[in-house]
């Protein structure tokens, strides 16, 4: 699949971030990861065309799928309002969510997140 533009890029990122998350609650790993790799290559061609800032808007999202990705993908250009929205996920949601949020709070703390950890650089 190639991405075309931002709309498109923030269009898909959107809809498979809400499927990765449901299929990971449902244990359906096979299209959790599909759309982890899209959700992937969105967010690195929004990085790699110096626009992630167009995510921002996701994180006051009803959707709390949709504020997790956004907040995993704004990490370390809005660190203060990701941080607050992964504490925020970690302390009123339950199941595999929360716990996502609660270990992607750990490996910041202990700078295992490197700043380009979701990014595939352009070849």
């Known amino acids: ?8 890029a923030i269009d898909l990122f959107k809809k498979h971030a809400i499927i990765q998350c449901e299929a990971t609650e449902e244990g359906n790993y ?7 790799d899209i959700i992937i290559r969105c967010i690195s ?3 790699n065309n110096s626009m992630l ?16 990705w956004a907040a995993c ?3 370390h250009t809005e660190e203060k309002e990701a941080i607050k ?9 339950t199941g595999f969510i ?3 949020a609660e270990i992607t709070l750990s490996e910041l703390e202990k ?3 490197k700043k380009d950890y979701l990014i595939k650089q352009k070849k």
């Open 111 to 113: 700078g295992n997140l």
């Open 30 to 36: 096979k299209m959790g990861n599909k759309s982890y």
């Open 98 to 100: 929360s716990l996502n």
């Open 53 to 68: 800032e167009k995510l921002s808007f996701l994180l006051k999202d009803n959707n709390t799928y949709l504020r997790f």
């Open 73 to 75: 993908a704004l990490l």
């Open 85 to 93: 929205v992964l504490k925020d996920i970690k302390r009123n949601e």
């Open 45 to 47: 061609f929004i990085a």
């Open 1 to 8: 699949m190639r991405i075309e533009n931002i709309d498109e």
